[in-house]
């Protein structure tokens, strides 16, 4: 295995798009920002050093980070920010894991400019349980605003309201000829006839889960969270904020010059204002007259089809399609046996306003969000190091409860106080322990499908349902020979989702709700898990550079 240095430059730099020009915050000046690869079984050490009056970290979304969740990135979880002027080198190894993931920002929005995909190869001489692909393509989802984001989320806190959204949905950082004065921003993706690709596709958006398709071709899904599964084909994929597919795309045998639209656009199902405009890509044939002088014929541009916006039937569908590959080579190590079952709501809701303000959340009040009545108060110290250093008191309490302190019928009318308190609460778990987590959608503000995001696991999706959840029945139904393996589950509009893991990585991990104005929100919590009796079963010490508060 090899070590990888890579240098992340964070300056500001300007861009633009949709003819607006505005300073933005990147990674040696690139947007969206580079591509990090490595393969299996490598370290991995960015320096990040941050050259910008915003405090910045970053995580690598999707890599385990085994026993080094100094290096995961979240802002007051794992580590404090990396202030101007600091650097902080992300220290980790890549283990057991191969496939595509990416880094961003985790701090506030800053991950609205602050991303990139990140590829870890299969170890050398391991091939793809797939057909060998032509060509490897990476393909980043992203959002433009033509506003600065950070004025965007500081202003929707302060006033209780719903933050802007935003002017465009972007392909490899471009949205494409659909919106005005974007033309010449437009991704194309240039191929020969009769050949296979492996798209590498990430949602790096932060705020809508997206349906994407190309005209008159199908894909294959291959690889889902960076996880081979049963390939299936299909004409549209959906993927949410926080979750990576692999499709294969075969082209067609002779089809000199011609043009294929792809485009993406979200899937809504809450209430609120949303993006709803559609970025187009190219696919474009490659052809063999095209040095030379005889211009060549136009062709028609063909366009594909994309499921209606609040589509949950074809979510549903796209959801249990998705299977573990569970062969000997890439078993699915789902947990038979569960030590501990929790059961948390997942959701929006709103909470008084402050005083002296007026409040632009619905009837007066302000937006607010839980996991399981608890609104997450982010701390002014890093979690994972008061847990270390054993001074936890008055940072967070360990608390957090197995089921809400407060019921109701979830699928129903929501009780005129869902009674959403605020805390800093972790979840405390032995090492080793087998955890069943079901997540229930609240529904409140309107059912709504929430991409719930786990750090430092992979999960098992065992089982998934409309309504509530219920605890004698739904469990029959159970997944447990291939259920899809993750790391970011839609749970469903108006339904639930349960989840297995085993808790094998002692640390600090964060869940939370992969759009970013949900987390801040406070639809987020983190679980902690303990030392092992064993050495290789604790925590690795800091790093000495790690930031201080
Ligand atoms: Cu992609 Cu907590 O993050």
């Known amino acids: 295995a090899a070590t990888r240095h890579y240098e992340f430059n964070i300056k500001m730099q300007n861009v633009t798009r949709l003819c607006h020009t505005k300073s933005i915050v990147t990674v040696n000046g690139k947007f969206p920002g580079p591509r990090v690869i490595a393969r299996e079984g490598d370290r991995l050490l960015v320096r990040v050093t941050n ?32 202030q101007t002027g600091q ?6 190894t890549v283990v057991g894991q191969r496939g595509t993931f990416f880094w961003h920002a985790h701090i506030s929005w800053l991950r609205s400019t602050l991303y990139g995909p ?129 499709v294969l795309l075969k082209t067609k045998p002779n089809f000199p010059g011609a043009t294929f639209l792809m485009t993406a656009r979200p899937y809504v199902t809450g209430q609120g204002t949303f993006d709803n405009s559609t970025v187009a890509g190219i696919l474009e044939y490659e052809s063999p007259f095209l040095h030379s002088v005889t211009p060549l014929k136009k062709l028609p541009l063909y366009k594909p089809i994309l499921p209606p916006l609040n589509d949950t039937s074809f979510a549903t569908n796209f959801a249990k399609k998705l299977r573990s590959l569970a062969t000997p080579q890439f078993p699915a190590n789902v947990p038979q046996e569960v030590d501990k079952h929790f059961f948390f709501t997942v959701g929006l809701g709103t909470s008084p306003c402050d005083q002296n303000k007026t409040c632009q959340g619905p009837n007066g009040t302000k937006f607010a969000a839980s996991v399981s009545n608890i609104s997450f108060v982010q701390p002014t110290t890093a979690l994972l190091q008061a847990h270390f250093t054993g001074q936890s008191s008055g ?37 080793n322990t087998s955890v069943e987590l079901v997540m229930q959608d609240t529904s409140i503000l309107g059912a709504e499908s929430h991409p719930l995001h786990l750090h430092g696991f992979n999960f098992f999706v065992v089982g998934q349902g409309f309504g509530n959840y219920d605890p004698n029945e739904d469990p029959k139904n159970f997944n447990l020979v291939d259920p899809i393996e993750r790391n970011t589950v839609g749970v469903p509009a108006g339904g639930w989702v349960a989840i297995r893991f085993l808790a094998d990585n002692p640390g600090v991990w964060f ?15 983190a679980w902690l898990v303990l030392d ?17 508060c």
């Open 118 to 246: 990140l590829i870890i190869l299969p170890k050398k001489n391991v091939p793809y349980p797939f057909q060998k692909p032509y060509e490897e393509i990476p393909i980043v989802f992203g959002e433009w605003f033509n506003a600065d984001t950070e004025a965007i989320i500081s202003q929707a806190l302060q006033t209780g309201g719903g933050p802007n959204v935003s002017d465009a949905y972007t392909i490899n950082g471009l949205p494409g000829p659909l919106y005005n004065c974007s033309a010449k921003d437009t991704f194309k993706l240039r191929v020969k006839p009769g050949k296979t690709y492996l798209l590498r596709m990430v949602n790096a958006a932060l705020n809508d889960e997206l349906f994407f398709s190309i005209a008159n071709h199908s894909l294959t899904i291959v690889d889902a969270d960076a996880i081979y599964v049963k390939p299936f084909e299909t004409n549209t994929i959906l993927i949410t904020p926080g979750q990576t597919t692999n």
């Open 87 to 92: 650097s902080y080198v992300y220290n980790f």
């Open 532 to 548: 092992g009796k064993l050495p290789n079963q604790k925590l690795l010490p800091p790093p000495a550079d790690l930031p201080k």
């Open 395 to 431: 940072v967070y309490s360990p608390d957090f409860p197995i089921n809400p302190l407060h019921w109701f019928n979830y699928t129903g009318n929501p009780p005129n106080n869902t009674m959403v308190g605020n805390g800093t609460k972790l979840m405390v778990l032995p090492f």
């Open 511 to 525: 869940m939370h709700c992969h759009l970013e104005v949900h987390t801040s929100w406070g639809l987020k919590m």
């Open 51 to 82: 050259h910008v009056p915003n405090n910045i970290t970053i995580h690598w979304h999707g890599i385990r980070q085994l026993r080094s969740g100094w290096a995961d990135g979240p802002a007051y979880i794992t580590q404090c920010p990396i």
